[in-house]
Nanobody, 124 residues
Framework: QVQLHESGGGLVQAGGSLRLSCAAS????????MGWFRQAPGKEREFVAT????????YYPDSVRGRFAVSRDNVKNTVYLQMNSLKPEDTAVYYC?????????????????WGQGTQVTVSS
């Protein structure tokens, strides 16, 4: 059973930065896609970023492209999300997730395991 544990969330002012980390245990995830989604109150879970198993490919929606960067360390079984130029609309619970066979990078249904989430709050 894969377990994912996010950390690094918190309160930051608009324009600031945060770095989220997600440590995985229970399985070697070096052949999995790893990614991040977020969910704000009253909204659906939204795709934020995904990285391929070897880090060669990354995927972002337009809303975060150029501000967020996903990376991974397969030795540590960890994925990171560097978030810069944060905006109040980035406020949400951020979830780490993994997928063995990624059918649709933007669909939560394509992912196999999820963390419990970490809160990110951006004040204006």
């Amino acid at each position: 059973q894969v377990q994912l544990h996010e950390s690094g969330g918190g309160l930051v002012q608009a324009g600031g930065s945060l770095r989220l980390s997600c440590a995985a245990s229970g399985r070697d995830l070096s052949t999995y896609f790893m990614g991040w989604f977020r969910q704000a109150p009253g909204k659906e879970r939204e795709f934020v970023a995904t990285i391929s198993y070897n880090g060669g490919d990354t995927y972002y929606p337009d809303s975060v492209r150029g501000r967020f960067a996903v990376s991974r360390d397969n030795v540590k079984n960890t994925v990171y999300l560097q978030m810069n130029s944060l905006k109040p609309e980035d406020t949400a619970v951020y979830y780490c997730t993994v997928s063995r066979v990624l059918a649709d990078v933007r669909s939560p249904a394509s992912y196999d395991y999820w963390g419990q989430g970490t809160q990110v709050t951006v004040s204006s």
